[in-house]
């Protein structure tokens, strides 16, 4: 699927800045990771992450469910919907699990995003080029800090991808350097 009809579908269903900003870093994540993993998908690694929550804003209590009805009515192929739909697995009523790295890597790094980021606007320079592993792990032990960036997802994501937390917390880290 190309980027800019992934980013039409999204626009469609989707107008608040936080979560155009939101799918605009997952899918940098995404681009990022499959450089390593799957660099002649990297277009289709990065439409996923930019409409992994096509439907959030609109359905939030139908979330991984009602994207997939929405992607299907706008001619989605079925690779991109269980990848989309994936990252709510065990956690929304989604029957599609991560299956692939791809799929883990979003399921893992959708709520480290929203913590990094976090962390990050806390700081001085307000950005990832300079945050450290260590920032973002004491916060990780503060519940009260994001407290809406699941640590238990994380937790499972770090797990089904077989890496340790810190590895997942650095590796998103250096992706998310990378967007601009």
Not at 11 to 25: G, I
Not at 162 to 170: H, K, V
Not at 173 to 180: G, P, V
Request: glycine fraction near 6%; aromatic fraction near 8%.
């Amino acid at each position: 699927m190309e980027i800019k009809k992934a980013q039409e579908i999204l626009e469609k269903y989707n107008s608040e800045p936080f979560h155009l900003h939101h799918a605009k870093v997952v899918s940098g994540v995404m681009g990022y990771f499959a450089k390593e993993y799957d660099p002649e998908r990297e277009e289709f690694w990065t439409a996923v992450g930019i409409l992994h929550d096509v439907d959030f804003e609109k359905y939030p209590d139908e979330h991984c469910v009602k994207g997939e009805q929405l992607l299907r009515n706008e001619g989605v192929s079925e690779d991109i919907i269980h990848a989309t739909m994936s990252h709510g697995f065990g956690v929304t009523q989604t029957p599609h699990k991560p299956e692939h790295i791809m799929e883990k890597i979003l399921f893992a790094t959708d709520e480290l995003t929203g913590l990094i980021g976090a962390v990050a606007i806390m700081r001085p320079s307000k950005s990832v080029q300079d945050l450290e592993l260590k920032s973002v792990k004491k916060k990780f032990k503060d519940k009260k800090f994001a407290a809406g960036c699941s640590r238990d997802i994380i937790l499972q994501g770090a797990e089904m991808l077989g890496w340790e937390l810190d590895e997942l917390i650095e590796q998103t880290i250096m992706a998310m350097r990378t967007i601009i």
